[in-house]
């Protein structure tokens, strides 16, 4: 189980390096950069939408805000520029 944890927590950390190198890369467009941001804000900032406090729908909003907008903004970046992140990542 706690290997588990441990992979989960990688491939989290190396997802948000391959996020932050397409943020960085200038063939992302400007409206994928903007839901890309505002997904990674979303999720390190400490306020939300709807609190964490509401049942339920506290905790609903963080499952569905930031996977849709990293979803929508990895169908807005061209696929060789989150392939050459991802190699980038690999390699360092």
């Known amino acids: 189980m706690l290997e588990r944890i441990r992979t989960f927590t990688t491939q989290i950390k190396r997802e948000i390096a391959v996020y932050r190198l397409v943020l960085a890369d200038s063939r992302t467009p400007i409206p994928a ?35 849709g907008l990293v979803w929508l903004a990895l169908r807005l970046i061209p696929r060789e520029v989150v392939e050459d992140a991802r190699r980038q990542q690999e390699s360092l």
């Open 33 to 67: 950069k903007i839901a890309l941001g505002a997904a990674l804000g979303y999720l390190l900032l400490p306020f939300d939408l709807i609190p964490d406090f509401i049942p339920v729908l506290g905790q609903l909003d963080d499952l569905l805000i930031v996977p």
